[in-house]
């Protein structure tokens, strides 16, 4: 497919001198060079950015590769030694270059070229210009063709798309914003607030931006009053959850918010999000009316994991908030309640509880009955478990040891492991079958004066310590690391002589 006369027309004929200019002095900043040959004991010089020939004013000559200065035109250049090969010596990019529509004064155009310098033959390099993509833009549409070079032709595509990751994904992506600034002045695209999206990461080009802008009119003022993570969710493919009617013909219908409510964000200070808005505006569709700051604290997944309890969403974000009041650091997000809560009920049924009575139902203390039934389920399930520990306790507990204000025992169950690996934050809970079958042996470090909390755990095998972990793990302090040692030296070493003795 060729490019029809009629959206052609829009394009420039002829590659403009301020492109030139672009490509050559920002583009190609660093792709500068002078060309080095020594005749008759005098350097000479080539430049490849003011192409002029002139003797190399130095003493010491220059080397290949080196970084220089050239000493007509107070270029930045790399040395390159005219004798050696430049099969590679080769230079491309990716520039996105936006001009006026030569037809519509209401319209905007851009061209993705690949622009390309081959220093082969390197007093004859020529930048060369190829076009790869080409957008159109005007109010209410946005088209763009692609170049298909394997077939030889254009394409249009059904959505806009950035080259700088297709195509040209390859390739350094450049554009400049002076050039979009006076394209877009005296066109109903000049206070879009493209400016605001310049640096938005993976739409660098603006592409994306002025195809959303072309669509829709409350871009602009969507941006003034502080709703700029929506556009930056539309833009990057992210959820907007419909909280915004993109073709509202007034800011309350667009936010889908009444001047009050748009007064009160405001006073609150919470930066407007999609995720934000879809908390409120559910809540408001479902009978309850809370603060923005409020809303803040819930989030996204909150609602659709309530909405799935099948339970009045009003009542259960009100036990939500009332539950995270309570523990903020068991519960660093609302929805880690709702999963917490599901959980609970299905336990509670398994344990024959009645959660048809709310006091059940709904605990005062979510936290504490869900820890009470996850460990009353725990004992159901490891009864086996806990018969084998305790059989091998007796053997185990000739080797308890007491020094200073430490002592250590073997674990005494599956749900003390359940509770040491809870409360030192590591993962002895897991090891409760191996101990209990022998492969292992599980003990306890306790201080004389607080003998029912945890302090730190010891796995040991074959009379040695294998580890000695504390709170999330840590080492060992030095304290304990002199008890271990008294431990080993004691209980662990003589046993292994008693066994030598006796064999």
Same mark, same amino acid.
């Given at each position: 497919m060729?490019?029809d006369?009629e *959206?052609l027309a829009h394009?420039?004929?002829e590659?403009?001198?301020?492109?030139?200019?672009?490509?050559r002095d920002?583009? *190609?900043?660093?792709?500068?060079?002078v060309?080095v040959?020594t005749?008759?004991?005098i350097?000479?010089?080539?430049c490849? &950015?003011?192409?002029?020939?002139y003797?190399?004013?130095?003493?010491?000559?220059l080397k290949?590769?080196?970084s220089?200065?050239c000493?007509?035109?107070a270029?930045?250049?790399? #040395?390159?030694?005219a004798?050696?090969g430049r099969?590679?010596l080769?230079t491309?990019a990716?520039?996105v270059?936006?001009?006026?529509?030569?037809?519509?004064p209401e319209?905007? #155009?851009?061209?993705?070229?690949h622009?390309?310098?081959d220093y082969?033959?390197?007093?004859n390099?020529k930048?060369?210009?190829?076009e790869?993509?080409?957008y159109l833009?005007?109010?209410?549409?946005?088209?763009?063709r692609v170049?298909n070079g394997?077939r030889?032709?254009?394409s249009?595509? =059904?959505?806009i798309?950035?080259e700088?990751?297709?195509?040209?994904?390859y390739?350094?992506t450049f554009i400049s &914003?002076?050039?979009?600034?006076?394209?877009?002045?005296?066109t109903?695209?000049q206070?879009?607030t493209?400016e605001?999206y310049k640096d938005l990461?993976?739409r660098?080009?603006?592409v994306?931006?002025f195809?959303?802008a072309a669509?829709y009119s409350?871009?602009?003022?969507?941006?003034?009053?502080?709703f700029?993570?929506f556009i930056e969710a539309?833009?990057t493919g992210?959820?907007?959850?419909g909280?915004?009617n993109?073709n509202?013909?007034?800011?309350?219908k667009v936010?889908?918010?009444s001047?009050?409510?748009l007064?009160q964000?405001?006073?609150?200070?919470?930066?407007?999000?999609?995720?934000l808005?879809?908390?409120?505006?559910?809540?408001k569709k &479902?009978?309850l009316?809370?603060s923005?700051e409020?809303?803040?604290?819930?989030?996204?997944? *909150?609602i659709e994991?309530?909405?799935k309890?099948h339970e009045?969403?009003?009542?259960v974000?009100?036990?939500?908030? =009332?539950?995270?009041s309570?523990?903020?650091?068991?519960?660093?997000?609302?929805?880690s309640?709702?999963?917490d809560l599901?959980?609970y009920?299905?336990?509670a049924?398994e344990?024959g509880?009645d959660?048809?009575k709310?006091?059940?139902k709904y605990?005062n203390?979510l936290q504490?009955?869900?820890?009470d039934t996850?460990?009353?389920?725990?004992i159901k399930v490891d009864?086996?478990?806990?018969?084998?520990?305790?059989?091998?306790?007796?053997s185990?507990?000739?080797y308890?040891f007491?020094?200073g204000?430490?002592?250590?025992?073997p674990?005494?169950s599956?749900?003390?492991l359940?509770d040491e690996?809870?409360a030192?934050?590591?993962?002895?809970?897991?090891?409760?079958?191996?101990y209990?079958?022998?492969?292992?042996?599980?003990?306890?470090i306790r =201080?004389?004066?607080?003998?029912?909390k945890?302090y730190?755990?010891v796995?040991?095998?074959q009379n040695r310590v294998?580890?000695?972990?504390g709170f999330?793990?840590c080492n060992m302090?030095?304290?304990?690391?002199a008890?271990?040692?008294?431990f080993?030296?004691? =209980?662990?070493?003589?046993?292994?002589?008693n066994?030598?003795l006796?064999a």
């Amino acid at each position: 497919m060729s490019l029809d006369p009629e *959206f052609l027309a829009h394009f420039p004929k002829e590659v403009s001198q301020e492109l030139v200019d672009y490509v050559r002095d920002i583009v *190609f900043y660093e792709s500068r060079y002078v060309f080095v040959k020594t005749v008759k004991g005098i350097q000479h010089g080539y430049c490849s &950015h003011c192409e002029k020939d002139y003797m190399i004013d130095q003493l010491q000559p220059l080397k290949h590769n080196e970084s220089w200065t050239c000493q007509l035109c107070a270029s930045p250049v790399v #040395v390159k030694s005219a004798g050696r090969g430049r099969k590679n010596l080769f230079t491309e990019a990716y520039v996105v270059w936006y001009e006026k529509s030569q037809v519509d004064p209401e319209t905007i #155009v851009a061209m993705g070229l690949h622009v390309t310098r081959d220093y082969g033959d390197y007093r004859n390099v020529k930048t060369m210009f190829r076009e790869v993509s080409m957008y159109l833009f005007e109010p209410g549409y946005s088209e763009q063709r692609v170049y298909n070079g394997w077939r030889d032709e254009w394409s249009k595509l =059904k959505k806009i798309r950035s080259e700088s990751t297709g195509l040209m994904q390859y390739k350094g992506t450049f554009i400049s &914003h002076e050039n979009v600034a006076a394209t877009v002045q005296n066109t109903p695209f000049q206070y879009s607030t493209w400016e605001s999206y310049k640096d938005l990461y993976g739409r660098e080009d603006l592409v994306h931006f002025f195809a959303l802008a072309a669509r829709y009119s409350c871009i602009e003022y969507l941006t003034k009053i502080g709703f700029r993570k929506f556009i930056e969710a539309k833009l990057t493919g992210l959820r907007t959850y419909g909280t915004i009617n993109w073709n509202g013909k007034t800011l309350e219908k667009v936010i889908r918010l009444s001047k009050s409510e748009l007064k009160q964000l405001k006073r609150e200070r919470v930066i407007p999000r999609p995720e934000l808005l879809y908390v409120y505006q559910t809540l408001k569709k &479902h009978g309850l009316s809370v603060s923005f700051e409020t809303a803040d604290l819930l989030d996204d997944l *909150f609602i659709e994991e309530a909405i799935k309890l099948h339970e009045p969403l009003d009542f259960v974000t009100k036990y939500a908030l =009332k539950q995270r009041s309570k523990s903020l650091l068991a519960y660093h997000s609302t929805s880690s309640i709702i999963r917490d809560l599901r959980d609970y009920w299905q336990e509670a049924e398994e344990l024959g509880l009645d959660v048809t009575k709310d006091h059940i139902k709904y605990p005062n203390n979510l936290q504490k009955a869900h820890e009470d039934t996850s460990r009353r389920i725990k004992i159901k399930v490891d009864e086996k478990v806990n018969e084998q520990i305790k059989k091998r306790i007796p053997s185990l507990e000739r080797y308890s040891f007491t020094q200073g204000r430490l002592h250590i025992r073997p674990a005494t169950s599956s749900i003390e492991l359940f509770d040491e690996g809870k409360a030192l934050k590591h993962c002895v809970g897991q090891y409760a079958k191996r101990y209990a079958e022998g492969d292992t042996d599980i003990y306890v470090i306790r =201080k004389n004066d607080a003998p029912h909390k945890s302090y730190f755990t010891v796995e040991i095998q074959q009379n040695r310590v294998i580890q000695c972990r504390g709170f999330r793990n840590c080492n060992m302090t030095k304290e304990v690391a002199a008890f271990i040692e008294a431990f080993e030296l004691e =209980k662990l070493k003589r046993r292994k002589r008693n066994r030598n003795l006796s064999a």
